[in-house]
């Protein structure tokens, strides 16, 4: 069964420095998603994007954030200077179109900053 | 704004037992979606159940059934003849179609054997 992949699992990294989580949706979907899941919390919205343009974001995705699918495969979210407040799981989540239908979710990336 | 309220942080339930999670929304569209996903302690993200709103009929999968109560703005999550591998968070979860997830804060159920 096609899956959603994520990687790293796991990535440290100093605030300041940058970071890119790597998504890989399911190969026939044309929307994707990233939230994050500070510890302890619930799961919120970050951005999504279709036809190679962000379509919504959150008021979390602020300039520091970016996302791109730089190849028709990958699906990056990259943040530029990393604080200590952004340690926290980061899913990725894709669907086939951008309606009802399920999002599937990654098994997410685990960012620590120190 | 469309949230999700989740009243129980915490529930418990005896194996093979029964358990009801509740979840409340609130909202002023017509016509969404409402999802249960199951978060166990690897934190992957694995969808439960999932409910048209335009559907009057309780979504079933296996074990797990909804009680969908539109006018309420009620969704509540029932898990029959619960397992040790049901232990997990759940999330209730909201979308509007072409939009992003909503979820509410969790309820963590504990499966005591």
């Known amino acids: 069964e096609p899956e959603v992949t994520q990687t790293p699992s796991h990535q440290v990294t100093q605030m300041g420095q940058e970071v890119i989580l790597r998504c890989v949706p399911i190969?026939?979907?044309?929307?994707f998603y990233w939230y994050r899941q500070i510890l302890g919390q619930k799961v919120e919205f970050l951005v999504s994007?279709?036809?190679?343009?962000?379509?919504?974001k959150s008021e979390i995705f602020d300039d520091q954030f970016s996302v791109e699918r730089p190849d028709g495969s990958n699906f990056t979210l990259k943040i530029r200077s990393t604080k200590l407040e952004d340690s926290a799981m980061y899913f990725c989540?894709?669907?086939?179109?951008?309606?009802?239908?399920?999002?599937?979710f990654g098994p997410g990336t685990r960012l620590t900053v120190l | 704004a469309q949230t999700v309220t989740q009243s129980q942080p915490e529930m418990s339930v005896q194996e093979a037992e029964t358990v009801t999670l509740s979840c409340t929304y609130d909202?002023?569209?017509?016509?969404?979606?409402l999802f249960w996903y199951k978060q166990p302690p690897s934190r992957q993200m694995i969808l439960v159940i999932r409910?048209?709103?335009?559907?009057?009929q309780n979504a079933t999968e296996n074990r797990f059934s909804v009680n969908f109560q539109k006018a309420a703005k009620s969704f509540s999550l029932k898990i029959s003849d619960s397992q040790l591998g049901d232990a997990a968070m759940y999330f209730c979860?909201?979308?509007?179609?072409?939009?992003?997830?909503?979820f509410g804060a969790g309820t963590r159920l504990t499966v005591k054997p």
């Open positions: 989540a894709s669907s086939v179109r951008g309606s009802y239908n399920e999002q599937f």
């Open positions: 190969s026939n979907h044309l929307y």
């Open positions: 994007f279709y036809n190679n343009e962000i379509s919504e």
């Open positions: 909202t002023s569209e017509s016509d969404y979606y």
């Open positions: 409910q048209e709103a335009y559907k009057q």
């Open positions: 979860a909201y979308r509007i179609p072409n939009n992003d997830m909503r």
